[in-house]
């Protein structure tokens, strides 16, 4: 009997956590409408509720809502911890973007070694790495300086 309520319990709290990530997953999917419809006031508490309950493609898009100043006053060094978080869940663009705070130095110290680290993670992450590649490859050719830093950064 004992084992039994265990299962059952066990059981439940697998499908909580189910649960919770779906609406983690659809409150992000609301936000990023509203991001993507450049709404960002409306966009924003949205991501931070996601953001803060680990979802990575949040914790990115609220990075770059403070490095740009979409919805709220820009503010590197919030962009910079929010992109950490992304990038240490393996998140490519968030690696990509936490790469470029190193570069820069923007919300943190400028780190050449660490930047090339993270860019490099970027680039060959096997989910979005492409993507990133051909985004800094495309800016390159259109003559943006940072992605041919970052080409320079990555031989």
């Not at 490095?67 to 990038?87: C, I, L, R, T």
Request: positive net charge.
């Amino acid at each position: 009997m004992r084992l039994r309520t265990i299962a059952i319990a066990l059981l439940a709290l697998t499908m909580s956590i189910t649960v919770g990530a779906q609406n983690i997953d659809k409150i992000y999917d609301e936000a990023k409408a509203l991001y993507d419809a450049k709404n960002y006031k409306a966009a924003l508490p949205k991501l931070k509720v996601a953001a803060e309950k680990g979802h990575k493609k949040a914790q990115y898009r609220l990075g770059r809502c403070y490095d740009k100043g979409h919805g709220v006053a820009e503010d590197n060094k919030v962009a910079f911890e929010w992109y950490q978080k992304s990038a240490a869940q393996g998140y490519a663009k968030g690696q990509y973007a936490l790469g470029k705070c190193y570069m820069k130095g923007k919300g943190t110290t400028a780190d050449q070694e660490k930047a090339k680290l993270w860019l490099k993670k970027a680039v060959k992450n096997p989910k979005g790495g492409l993507k990133v590649k051909e985004k800094i490859k495309k800016e390159a050719k259109e003559g943006d300086k940072d992605a041919k830093n970052i080409q320079n950064l990555l031989k």
